[in-house]
C-alpha cells in the first residue's frame, strides 16, 4: 500500500502579502482595512441565524462551550440550531438546550449508510462526516446554514459573519493555515494557487444552491474511491470539489492554532495587532491541541474555560482533563526511565 500523501505545511505563519486570486476576492490580506470594509455589515439586520453543528455524544460538551460562547456575544439574537448527529440519546438532549434557553433546536440523525459506515482517523473524528448530511437532513426552509464545528469558542458576534455575501460560491471560509496548498493542488491535479485550502470547521453554506447541483456527492464519491490519499479525509474532499470556488472570509473568524503558535512561540497575536482591534472573533482549537487535554499550549484556553464554568458539563470534563493529565505524567515518567536506561 502507497504511504499516504501529507501537505502539512512545514512553516506557514499568518498571512501578511497579498495574494492574487480568481474569482470575486482579488486577494487575500491582513490588512485590517481591506477586512473591515468586506465583513462590517451591521449584526442586528437578521431575523433568525441557522447554526449547525455536527457531534457525537462525546463530544456535546464541547457543543455546549461553543453554544454559550455564541449567544453570550449575540444576546439580542434569534438562533436556530441545527444539530446533526449518528444516534446521541434523547435523555442527552436537554443539557445542550439548557446551554440556549429560548432558542429552537432541532436534532437531525444521519441514516445515510454510506456517511454511518465511512472510517475515522485517529486525528478526525467521525462526527466530521456529519457536516455533509446537512443538503439532505437540514428541513427544507432553511436555504442558508452556517456550519460551526464544536471545538471553537465564539468571541464574536456570529450574526456578522452569517450576513456574509457567498456572491458566486456554494461556501464560504477561511484558508487552513497548516495545509500546503501548492502541494496539495499538484497531488491533485489542481492549479497550483497559495491560501487555497480552506479548513473545514467554520462554512457558510448556501444549502439551496448546493442541493439544485451535485457537488456533494461528488464529495461522497471521492471518499469511497481516494480514501487513502485523503489525510483531512472529509476536508480534503471538500477542498477538490470546491477548489478555487469558495469565497474567502476575514481569518479572525477562524483562527487556527498555527495562527496564533509556531514551535512554541507567537505569531500573531502581537500588540499591534491588538491595537489595531484585530482580535479574533472565533477561535478554533485545531490539531491535537484541546483545551481539555494535556497535549500541548493554546493561549486561548482560558476562553475555553471561561465558557464551560456556565454549562452543565463542567465536572464531566475536569475528569476527562485529570484523567489526560495523571496518563500525561505516568507517560513523561516512563519515558525518562527509558532515557536513563538507555543512556551508555
Not at 496564533?260 to 491595537?275: D, N
Not at 454549562?311 to 464531566?316: F, G, I, L, Q, S
Request: net charge neutral; glycine share 6%; hydrophobic share 40%.
Amino acid at each position: 500500500m502507497s504511504k499516504r500523501p501529507s501537505f502539512f505545511a512545514k512553516s506557514m505563519p499568518f498571512a501578511r502579502t497579498n495574494v492574487s486570486l480568481p474569482g470575486d476576492i482579488s486577494s487575500v490580506t491582513d490588512d485590517p482595512a481591506v477586512w473591515e470594509a468586506r465583513s462590517k455589515i451591521p449584526p442586528r439586520d437578521v431575523s433568525e441565524v441557522v447554526i449547525a453543528f455536527g457531534i457525537d455524544a462525546g463530544y456535546l460538551p464541547h457543543a455546549a462551550v461553543a453554544l454559550t460562547s455564541l449567544i453570550d456575544n449575540a444576546r439580542d439574537a434569534r438562533f436556530r440550531f441545527l444539530i446533526v448527529h449518528d444516534g446521541i440519546p434523547l435523555d442527552q438532549h436537554a443539557d445542550l438546550e439548557r446551554c440556549a434557553p429560548g432558542q429552537r433546536f432541532e436534532w437531525l440523525e444521519i441514516t445515510d449508510s454510506r456517511l454511518l459506515n465511512m472510517e475515522g482517523r485517529r486525528h478526525v473524528s467521525r462526527a466530521a462526516y456529519h457536516r455533509l448530511a446537512l443538503p439532505d437532513l437540514a428541513p427544507a426552509d432553511v436555504s442558508k446554514v452556517l456550519y460551526l464545528d464544536a471545538d471553537v469558542v465564539v468571541i464574536g458576534d456570529i450574526r456578522e459573519l452569517w450576513m456574509q455575501d457567498l456572491g458566486d460560491c456554494m461556501i464560504g471560509g477561511v484558508y487552513d493555515v497548516g495545509i500546503d496548498s501548492e502541494a496539495f493542488a499538484k497531488h491533485f491535479g489542481l492549479p497550483p494557487k497559495r491560501l487555497a485550502y480552506f479548513n473545514s470547521g467554520i462554512l457558510l453554506l448556501d444549502l439551496e444552491r448546493i442541493r439544485q447541483g451535485n457537488e456533494f456527492s461528488q464529495v461522497l464519491d471521492l471518499l469511497e474511491t481516494r480514501f487513502e490519499e485523503l489525510d483531512q479525509i472529509d476536508q480534503d474532499a471538500l477542498n477538490v470539489v470546491f477548489w478555487g470556488q469558495w469565497k474567502h472570509f476575514d481569518p479572525l473568524w477562524n483562527v487556527q492554532r498555527r495562527m496564533l503558535m509556531q514551535e512554541g512561540r507567537p505569531c500573531f497575536a502581537e500588540k499591534s495587532e491588538m491595537a489595531n482591534d484585530r482580535r479574533p472573533k472565533i477561535i478554533h482549537f485545531t490539531e491535537h491541541n484541546k483545551p481539555w487535554s494535556i497535549d500541548g499550549y493554546h493561549p486561548y484556553i482560558w476562553k475555553y474555560y471561561h465558557y464551560l464554568k456556565r454549562t452543565p458539563y463542567w465536572d464531566a470534563v475536569n475528569k476527562i482533563g485529570e484523567t489526560n493529565f495523571k496518563k500525561s505524567i505516568r507517560r513523561r515518567i516512563k519515558t525518562t526511565l527509558i532515557w536513563a536506561l538507555l543512556k551508555p
